[in-house]
């Protein structure tokens, strides 16, 4: 296995690389280290490498990706590595001659950053204040390209360094698709089933949080996709008055669980080959309790999606579908008339959209893996 980890200097790079090198048994290089060594040696390279490290700058790129490249050549690394503080720009990256499996990303406030390195008890000259703002500043500028680089690669895994140790190292080997079972190192095996019900007022991100796990190769069923096809095949139009007596009608006819029961072979199919499925717009308590009641093999996790009432409605507003379908109105009788209220107030998850679209996609990503490794 072939890693690397990012983050800013006191994110944590280097107590979880001699981990992970102990759990995999593949050699840590942390670049950083060779650098000094070489600063040490008395020679005309070892006084610029000492200059350039304690005036807090980089070392070229070239330079760089020599150095790099001649040690992962010894035969140590030939099964694998875990390398501390390269690529650290994207000319590093792209010349980079061996591949990289994954590549970690601790991420923490610079603040967070700068109180770990001034309280840590090491005698380093490349450690002044002015040296460590210098190499936080390096990073923001050369080193997120080299982040983003590698997220459009698929080998990008993000993780808040903030949190403890074991948390972190944790989360790294879940990521990995590896657990410690008794202190061995075992494949990770996602046996449990699940459903991740998406619930949430209209222009919440619904849409977008099941195209976002469509994507992780989740199945979604659409519970509203009964009501929208009734109406779209009796050309009825999509008013608030015509949803809310076809909703009526079925619930007379099945309960208010009565999308859940209208689904529910649908999602039994589903989970016979699928460990987690998600629910695009579960509504009522009563759907959630048909589910568990159903499903008892099942967890059911109820993810609430919120925006600011002013932007759901801007977006609902624009929408190719149901383009007139939001207001109060419709509010209320999601609330009260479906009996959402209790869904939203019992939700396992809450998932504010009122940002962008990464940091929405960001928040969904901490969810799946809770799911996911729960």
Same mark, same amino acid.
């Given at each position: ?154 080998? #990008?895994? &993000?993780?808040? /360094?903030?949190? %403890?140790?074991?948390?972190? +190292? !944790?989360?790294?080997?879940?990521? @990995?698709? =590896? ?70 009608? #079925?619930? &007379?006819?099945? /309960?208010?669980? %009565?999308?859940?029961?209208? +689904? !529910?072979?649908?999602?039994?199919? @589903?989970? =016979? ?84 679209? !990464?940091?929405?996609?960001?928040? @969904? ?10």
């Amino acid at each position: 296995m072939k890693l690397v980890l990012i983050g800013i200097q006191g994110s944590g790079k280097s107590t979880q690389g001699n981990i992970l090198s102990h759990l995999f048994r593949i050699p840590y290089l942390s670049t950083g280290h060779i650098f000094r060594e070489i600063a040490k040696e008395k020679t005309s390279l070892g006084r610029y490498m000492k200059e350039t490290i304690n005036a807090g700058i980089l070392v070229p790129d070239d330079k760089t990706i020599e150095i790099v490249n001649t040690y992962l050549s010894r035969p140590e690394y030939a099964r694998g590595y875990i390398l501390d503080g390269f690529p650290r720009t994207l000319k590093q990256a792209h010349e980079f001659s061996n591949n990289v499996d994954k590549v970690i990303y601790l991420k923490i406030p610079d603040k967070e950053a700068l109180w770990r390195l001034m309280n840590r008890h090491q005698d380093r000259a490349d450690e002044t204040l002015p040296a460590l703002r210098k190499r936080i500043e390096l990073f923001h500028k050369f080193t997120e390209p080299v982040i983003e680089y590698y997220e459009k690669l698929g080998k #990008l895994i &993000e993780l808040d /360094g903030t949190k %403890a140790i074991h948390h972190v +190292n !944790k989360e790294i080997l879940e990521n @990995l698709g =590896k657990q410690l079972v008794k202190n061995q190192l075992k494949e990770w095996k996602q046996n449990k089933k699940a459903i991740i019900a998406l619930v949430g007022l209209p222009g919440a991100g619904k849409s977008e949080a099941a195209a976002f796990f469509t994507k992780k190769g989740l199945p979604v069923i659409s519970f509203g996709k009964i009501i929208n096809d009734y109406i779209d095949k009796h050309k009825l139009g999509h008013t608030e008055a015509v949803h809310k007596k076809v909703r009526e009608e #079925l619930r &007379e006819k099945y /309960g208010k669980e %009565a999308l859940a029961v209208l +689904n !529910k072979d649908k999602i039994a199919e @589903l989970l =016979k080959t699928k460990n987690i499925i998600a629910i695009d717009g579960m509504r009522s308590w009563e759907e959630y309790l048909y589910l568990k009641k159903e499903l008892k093999k099942t967890h059911v996790y109820i993810l609430v999606l919120y925006a600011n009432k002013q932007l759901r409605y801007e977006r609902s507003s624009k929408r190719e579908y149901r383009a007139d379908l939001y207001g109060e109105e419709r509010d209320i009788n999601e609330l009260i008339g479906t009996n959402m209220g209790p869904t939203i107030a019992f939700s396992d998850f809450l998932v504010k959209n009122n940002f962008s679209m !990464k940091d929405f996609h960001d928040k @969904l990503e901490e969810v799946y893996r809770q799911v996911y490794f729960s």
